[in-house]
């Protein structure tokens, strides 16, 4: 299935680099999110876009800042990160507005390593 | 917020046995209740999900069952096989936004 596609799928960065995730979905969804995966704990989510507007932001810090220009693309602008921000970032999508509980489609994730 | 447990963490069957995994929550708005698998280094995929004015639900070897007064619903897997062997989530929902548990690990053994 290749109906969410992330990338780069692995990305090594210094604390003080700047980088970007990118996502796309070719599902003709309308609501995008940002999750983040650490190990030995459950997927956290971090923001939630509707129809290209921010609707949750989990209390993430600012070092991490989301940008959607349109309804299939989804990117995370990373700024200044720590050592803990390492982890598996995951994209997903979902038909309505996010509220309407309709399945996540999740792509394959961006595993980031700070250094 | 909402709280969300599963059990067990680990969990191991012989090839041919059932599985079971409950997921305990705390928010009593919640109305959606999926269930997502994830092979190791693969994506989260949703492999079956049940709606409030639902008690069961089955697909295949994979089940379903919600208790809405309990505030629990567990995944049910019979005739278990060594693919079947993943991470799996719940993630209650009331508002879209999914609440995941911590994971249950399965392992098949042949």
């Known amino acids: 299935e290749t109906g969410v596609t992330q990338t780069p799928r692995h990305l090594v960065m210094g604390m003080t680099n700047k980088k970007s995730l990118k996502c796309e979905q070719h599902?003709?969804?309308?609501?995008m999110y940002w999750y983040k995966q650490s190990a030995k704990k459950p997927l956290e989510l971090m923001f939630v876009?509707?129809?290209?507007?921010?609707?949750e932001n989990n209390s993430v810090p600012s070092r991490f800042s989301p940008e959607c220009p349109n309804s299939s693309h989804l990117f995370l602008h990373l700024h200044t990160l720590q050592p803990e921000d390492s982890a598996l970032y995951l994209c997903?999508?979902?038909?309505?507005?996010?509220?309407?509980?309709?399945?996540?489609?999740f792509g394959d994730g961006t595993r980031l390593s700070i250094l | 917020g909402e709280n969300v447990e599963q059990h067990p963490s680990t969990l191991s069957v012989q090839e041919g046995d059932s599985a079971v995994i409950k997921c305990t929550y705390s928010?009593?708005?919640?109305?959606?209740f999926p269930w997502y698998k994830q092979e190791l280094g693969k994506r989260p995929q949703l492999i079956i999900d049940?709606?409030?004015?639902?008690g069961e639900k089955k697909d295949q070897r994979i089940a379903v069952t919600l208790n809405k007064t309990a505030k629990h619903f567990s995944l049910h897997i019979t005739e278990t096989q060594p693919e079947d062997s993943a991470v799996y989530f719940c993630?209650?929902?009331?508002?879209?936004?999914?609440?995941f548990g911590q994971g249950t690990t399965l392992q098949v053994k042949p």
């Open positions: 993630a209650p929902s009331n508002t879209g936004k999914l609440i």
């Open positions: 997903a999508s979902s038909q309505g507005r996010g509220q309407a509980n309709q399945p996540q489609h």
């Open positions: 928010d009593s708005a919640s109305n959606y």
């Open positions: 049940i709606r409030s004015n639902v």
């Open positions: 876009y509707n129809f290209k507007e921010q609707t």
């Open positions: 599902l003709g969804h309308n609501a």
